[in-house]
C-alpha cells in the first residue's frame, strides 16, 4: 500500500513552453502533498506544501507563479512549471501524507524535467 | 534552521562487508529521522523511519539509530550486496510538516 505515481517520468520541451507533472496516490487518500526539486548532487530542496482544496504554501524563493500547484482531489496534485527556461531543468518529486503533520510522507517516483 | 550533514558524500566497499553510513543534525527539537534509497534518477524508497521517542529501527539487513542528544544518526548496512549500490538519504522530520534532507552518501558495492 501507499503507492505514489508521477507522470511523466520524463519530459523534454522548449523553452518558453509550460510543462505539467502529476502526482497521484494510488490506493491512499492524501490530505497533503509536497512538491521537491533536486539539482544534480544537491539535496532535494522542498519547493512548497499542498492541502487539498487549498492554495499551496510556497517555500522562500520559489516562485508562485512560475510553478503552479493545484490539489483538486485527495489523490491528485499537478505542478505546472510555466513559460519554462533550460536552468528549471530538475529533477521534480513529489511526495503524499495521509494526515500531513509529522505522518509519513509516501514519495513519487520522480519527474525529469529538459528545457532545451 | 536545521542542518544536515551526512558523512561520507560517497563509500566504496566489497561486497560483503558491513557498513555504517553516518548522519548528523544541527536541531534536535525533531519529530523523526527517514533514511530513504534513492538509485540513479529514481524516486526515493523509504527504509526506516525512527520516531523522535525511539533509538533505533531494523529492517532485514538494516538497523537505523538515533541518539537526538548528540544529533546524529546512523545507518547499518549488513552483509553488503551490489544491488544496495545507491544514494542513501536522511532526511529530519519537524514542525510545519517539512523533511530537511541530507544531501546523501554514494555507496557503491564492488561484487
Known amino acids: 500500500g501507499a503507492v505514489v505515481s508521477q507522470h511523466p517520468s520524463r519530459v523534454i520541451c522548449k523553452s518558453g513552453t509550460s510543462v505539467k507533472i502529476e502526482c497521484r496516490s494510488l490506493?491512499?487518500?492524501?490530505?497533503?502533498m509536497f512538491w521537491y526539486r533536486q539539482f544534480p548532487k544537491k539535496s532535494l530542496m522542498l519547493m512548497a506544501t499542498s492541502n487539498e482544496g487549498s492554495k499551496a504554501t510556497y517555500e522562500q524563493g520559489v516562485e508562485k507563479d512560475k510553478f503552479l500547484i493545484n490539489h483538486a482531489s485527495l489523490t491528485l496534485s499537478t505542478l505546472t512549471v510555466t513559460s519554462a527556461h533550460p536552468e528549471d531543468s530538475s529533477f521534480y518529486i513529489c511526495?503524499?501524507?495521509?494526515?500531513?503533520?509529522?505522518?509519513?510522507?509516501?514519495f513519487g517516483p520522480g519527474t525529469r524535467l529538459t528545457v532545451l | 534552521k536545521q542542518e544536515v550533514t551526512q558523512i561520507p558524500a560517497a563509500l566504496s566497499v566489497p561486497e560483503g562487508e558491513n557498513l555504517v553510513l553516518n548522519c548528523s543534525f544541527t536541531?534536535?527539537?525533531?519529530?523523526?529521522l527517514q533514511w530513504f534509497r534513492q538509485d540513479p534518477g529514481k524516486g526515493l524508497t523509504s527504509l526506516l523511519l525512527?520516531?523522535?521517542?525511539?533509538r533505533e529501527q531494523t529492517s532485514g539487513r538494516l538497523n537505523a539509530s538515533l541518539d537526538k542528544s548528540s544529533g546524529r544518526s546512523t545507518l547499518y548496512i549488513a552483509a553488503s550486496q551490489p544491488g544496495d549500490s545507491a544514494t542513501y538519504l536522511c532526511?529530519?522530520?519537524?514542525?510545519?510538516?517539512?523533511?530537511?534532507f541530507g544531501k546523501g552518501t554514494k555507496l557503491s558495492v564492488i561484487p
Open positions: 532526511a529530519l522530520g519537524a514542525g510545519s510538516y517539512q523533511l530537511t
Open positions: 511526495s503524499a501524507s495521509r494526515e500531513g503533520g509529522t505522518d509519513t510522507q509516501y
Open positions: 536541531d534536535s527539537a525533531i519529530y523523526n
Open positions: 490506493d491512499f487518500q492524501a490530505t497533503t
Open positions: 525512527i520516531q523522535s521517542s525511539q
